[in-house]
């Protein structure tokens, strides 16, 4: 617990992110437990990268003023559910179901 401490991080062990010395730090450290608690991870597909990727690009819209977060974000989710739909139907094609 001690490095991801010095360095403000969570732990993937909840007692050490439970750890009131990151209240002292964050006074919103709750925020960041309960964001931990509801998170749900992309799956590891082989078309992970190009997920990442429409993410990627919605973050630099957004911190260039390009386009606002809920926007961003929500036309990120649509291409990356259009390229997650993609590969499923192509496995689901080779695998004859």
């Not at 991801?4 to 732990?11: A, H, M």
């Not at 002292?24 to 964001?35: L, R, T």
């Not at 990268?49 to 957004?62: E, G, M, P, S, T």
Request: charged share 20%; aromatic share 10%; net charge negative.
């Amino acid at each position: 617990c001690r490095v991801l401490k010095s360095l403000g991080r969570p732990s993937p062990l909840r007692e050490c992110t439970n750890d009131p010395v990151f209240y002292d730090i964050n006074p919103y450290w709750h925020v960041v437990g309960e964001a931990l608690s509801s998170e749900v991870p992309f799956p590891m597909t082989p078309v992970h990268r190009d997920i990442q990727a429409q993410f990627n690009n919605a973050y630099n819209l957004v911190i260039n003023g390009t386009m606002a977060p809920s926007a961003a974000l929500q036309e990120a989710g649509r291409i990356a559910q259009n390229i997650l739909d993609a590969y499923w139907a192509e496995k689901d094609a080779r695998s004859g179901r």
